[in-house]
């Protein structure tokens, strides 16, 4: 007999009516059929396997596909207070070799939790990995709880980039704090040259034929795919071939202030009030002091985003995806409208503003579905002015600034000001600029009932993104310093303790992926 169904009152989605109780949630966006995957990283140091990492887990977070990083570099800080030299990378020290995979262990212990008690989806396990000996343990680790493997190796000869690399490299990392710029850079060199003496790159046409595995060759020069399993791995791929490494500036910001916002009514599609129209003749002025190359102009296809652009007297390109999310039977209604006549609607939207689905309208969650072809397009692209809308500016906003799901619908994206964003090592920096014209406050904070967290009663079908970095740290691993050899120190450098994880780390710099 057909299974009973009831509505959710906050997705509008269909839910089994079997009493039972408040389920975990397990995904935000796809829902995957298939086994949670262990994305494993191969490549020589410096070229950029951590930013690919970081960047790839950022965008599956954004879309709804709980993802997070094992780096094991910040395993083996932890293990060893105080790196001495390139000594202790070298094949050949026996002691090293023996903490360095219980490092790998370690992180792979933690992968299991994260996969099967965390929730997790993806886990991404960056380390060099540049021997089959150690693929193969990753492999049968793999094997024995069930998990699928998608193999990303970066791979670069062009000496230009890996010098570049070296350099961004040995001036941040944790392990060269304090020293000698000349002697961490020779260090460094001597650090790459022991990983190249055992590397072993993936053979897709013989050794690794029946591996799933994409190599990036040059910094996305080429690519080299091989025996795509499913859809999340399509898409890492489809993913990895439209990110770009120059140097760019992407300008976000909403429409000149409308009549709509004067009126504080939602949605529509009123013209620019007057202060709209200063605001489009102010952001023409700073467009030209900004003197950029090659500025694409994106819109929405409603009237005031066109409007806005108009006034800049520059091709434009609208995009229907842009336009602002569509509230439903609410369109066109102040808020206060919108509790006297449906106050149901309004509690349950301030309770869960991601997940919330206005009726016959969409959710935050429902836009950034449909805005990952504009991100898409982003990365492909280099200097961009986006003009478009609150809701819509927020999710594009969350994605670059890796914000979560909870974080999103509360970002603050005021009436005419740009947000400049300088894509970096591992994300971007962003500089709030207002244009000097007043307008409206359109932005409502977080109900202090909705701080509390959701009703533990609401049957639940998705999770949170873990996109956002862990408050706390648990130590991981022991420490392992009494088996590691002790190397001579090296000249110019004093050994110390350094932290778990340094923010802002380069690894590609300036020519890596951002």
């Known amino acids: 007999m057909p299974m009973e169904l009831t509505q959710s009152r906050i997705q509008k989605i269909w839910l089994p009516n079997d009493n039972r109780p408040a389920l975990p949630r397990r995904s935000c966006g796809p829902q995957l059929a298939n086994s949670p995957t262990v994305i494993v990283m191969v490549g020589l140091p410096a070229r950029g396997k951590t930013y690919i990492s970081k960047k790839l887990t950022r965008y ?9 990083v094992f780096n094991v570099g910040e395993y083996r800080r932890e293990a060893v207070k105080h790196y001495s030299s390139y000594d202790f990378f070298r094949p ?23 996969l099967t ?18 693929r193969g343990m990753i492999l049968n680790f793999a094997k024995e709880n069930g998990f699928k493997v998608f193999f990303i190796e970066s791979v670069c000869n062009d000496p230009n980039v890996v010098a570049t690399n ?22 460094f060199m001597k650090r790459i040259n022991c990983y190249q003496a055992s590397y072993q790159p993936l053979d897709p046409d013989d050794y690794d034929r029946e591996l799933s595995l994409i190599k990036v060759i040059d910094v996305g020069r080429r690519f080299l795919v091989n025996r795509v399993q499913d859809h999340i791995q399509s898409r890492i791929v489809y993913y990895l071939m439209n990110i770009h490494v120059q140097p760019r500036t992407i300008y976000l910001c909403r429409h000149g202030e409308s009549e709509f916002n004067l009126k504080g009514r939602i949605g529509g599609d009123s013209g620019l ?9 102010a952001l023409n002025k700073f467009v030209e002091e900004q003197n950029l190359k090659d500025l694409k102009i ?15 007297q520059l091709p434009y390109e609208q995009w229907k995806a842009l336009n602002e999310i569509d509230a439903g039977v609410c369109e066109e209604m102040t808020y206060e409208e919108i509790r006297d006549q449906h106050p149901e609607e309004f509690a349950l939207r301030d309770q869960d503003k991601y997940y919330y689905r206005y009726p016959s309208g969409e959710s935050y969650q429902d836009l950034v579905q449909r805005l990952e072809p504009v991100i898409m397009e982003l990365e492909r692209q280099e200097n961009v002015l986006v003009i478009c809308h609150q ?28 947000l400049k964003l300088t894509p970096v090592a591992y994300g971007c920096r962003v500089e709030s600029i207002s244009l000097n014209i007043e307008a409206v406050n359109t932005h409502r904070d977080r109900p202090e009932e909705a701080k509390k967290g959701p009703n533990p009663l609401m049957r639940r079908n998705s999770v949170t993104p873990l996109a956002s970095p862990e408050p706390t740290k648990k130590p991981r691993i022991n420490s ?20 778990t994880q340094m923010p802002g780390q380069p690894l590609l710099g300036k020519a890596c992926l951002t």
């Open 273 to 281: 009030s007057n202060r709209g129209k200063k605001f489009a003749e």
């Open 391 to 418: 809701a819509v500016m927020r999710c594009l906003l969350a994605y670059f600034l890796d914000k979560s799901a909870d974080e999103m619908p509360y970002l603050k994206c005021p009436l005419h000001t740009v």
């Open 298 to 312: 994106w819109t929405s296809q409603l009237k005031r985003t066109i409007q806005t652009a108009e006034a800049l």
């Open 60 to 68: 599956l977070n954004w879309i709804g596909v709980p993802t997070k």
């Open 92 to 114: 050949d020290n026996e002691e090293a070799m023996k903490v360095r995979r219980q490092c790998a262990m370690a992180a792979l212990r933690d992968v299991k939790l994260y």
């Open 166 to 187: 070296v350099m961004e490299v040995k001036l941040s990392s944790p392990d060269y704090r304090d020293c000698n710029s000349t002697d961490a850079m020779e260090d």
């Open 480 to 499: 392992f310093e009494e088996h590691v050899a002790v190397s001579s120190a090296l000249p110019g450098c004093v050994p110390q303790e350094v932290p």
């Open 117 to 134: 008690e965390e929730g997790g989806q993806i886990a991404v396990f960056d380390a060099t990995n540049t021997t089959r000996e150690r």
